[in-house]
């Protein structure tokens, strides 16, 4: 989120507009005492996604719209990585807090005196300032770089240029990673070499969707030394459709193509184990594997959603352990094609991008025949 140098250039004016004549919208009426926050009542969700929003048309802003406070405080948890780099927090950031404050939280200082500076937090390899509170352990600098934490932020207002908006979001609370269920777990379970360079890597895998909306969750289904995820170049142009046995209902798709990659619909609050999930490995196994996964609301296939590509309903069980593969005589009677056999490139409308570093232990390595 990147500081927009407009604001802190006309912060004076912008400041009296504010607080002598806001725009129309909801009042000051909002203001006072609320009650308190529980960690349920942030849910889940990325920064990407947040800061991709707009204000809501009711939304106060300034008569030169150069500043927008919100009615919608958007309580959310974020998954980030923890950098420890801090500043001051901007101008406008400060002006839109005390206007958020003023009108919706009945205490002025109890939003301006805690939240002086901003912290960079990462997600998704993309770095994002959001304001800390100066005597939390964020503030002080007592967590490791490279830390996963858990954020509990709300978002108060944003500063406008032309039609971008830069929001100003308050960290209220945080938790280590480690402690909350991952979205995604991969395991390293053993590995069977196929005729020269390839080699079939096997992973237990857990998938696990705390959204309230169901996700497609994205595997890669081969890699090779350059290779660690979904292609961002490249196509699909067959599926073919897996329905390994055990406890629960699991489908899986397989999108065949330069752009490949397997596919599974988990339903809101699900967790699916994959105990024998393969792929396959192009080259010189490595010690240690990244891996990346995609976790999206939307996928399409020429145009089309790719549940209808499946022909069965593809959503998995909220609750599913699997321990057969997905080959063989679990394969079901169902693939599609693209009409002229050609390469489409898929539309995938993430929601989260995980790189997952997998150690492949050199027990598990069988000699080459």
Excluded at 56 to 65: A, E, S, T
Excluded at 344 to 362: G, Y
């Amino acid at each position: 989120m990147k500081t927009l140098k407009h604001c802190s250039i006309h912060f004076l004016s912008l400041t009296f507009l504010l607080c002598g004549s806001l725009a129309s919208g909801q009042d000051a009426s909002q203001a006072g005492p609320k009650k308190p926050r529980t960690l349920e009542d942030y849910q889940p969700r990325t920064l990407k996604e947040i800061v991709a929003m707009k204000p809501d048309p009711k939304d106060l802003r300034d008569k030169q719209d150069r500043l927008v406070v919100t009615a919608d405080d958007l309580p959310s948890r974020v998954r980030v990585t923890y950098t420890g780099s801090t500043r001051l927090i901007p101008q406008f950031k400060k002006e839109a807090t005390r206007q958020w404050a003023r009108l919706y939280a009945g205490s002025i200082e109890h939003y301006t005196e805690p939240y002086q500076s901003e912290m960079l937090f990462r997600e998704g390899g993309v770095g994002y300032w959001l304001a800390v509170q100066k005597n939390s352990r964020l503030s002080k600098k007592e967590l490791r770089k490279g830390e996963a934490l858990n954020l509990y932020l709300t978002r108060v207002g944003a500063a406008i240029v032309r039609d971008n908006y830069d929001w100003t979001l308050l960290v209220e609370d945080f938790r280590d990673a480690e402690t909350s269920r991952r979205a995604v777990e991969i395991k390293f379970r053993e590995m069977q070499f196929r005729k020269p360079p390839l080699v079939e890597l096997v992973f237990d895998v857990v998938l696990r969707n705390e959204r309230a909306q169901p996700r497609w969750f994205l595997l890669p289904s081969n890699l090779n030394p350059e290779k660690t995820g979904i292609p961002i170049k490249g196509g699909v142009d067959t599926l073919e459709v897996f329905a390994p046995r055990g406890k629960g209902r699991v489908i899986i798709g397989h999108f065949l193509g330069t752009g490949g990659f397997q596919a599974l619909l988990l339903p809101a609050h699900a967790e699916i184990h994959l105990r024998a999930l393969p792929i396959s490995y192009w080259g010189d196994v490595p010690d240690s594997l990244q891996v990346e996964v995609i976790v999206a609301k939307r996928l399409m296939i020429a145009g089309e959603s790719a549940r209808t590509w499946f022909q069965v309903n593809p959503m998995c069980s909220t609750k599913a352990d699997i321990a057969e593969t997905a080959s063989g005589q679990t394969a079901m009677p169902h693939s599609r094609h693209t009409r002229d056999n050609k390469e489409v490139t898929p539309f995938i409308d993430e929601d989260l991008r995980l790189e997952l570093q997998v150690p492949l232990k050199d027990t598990g390595r069988e000699p080459r025949p």
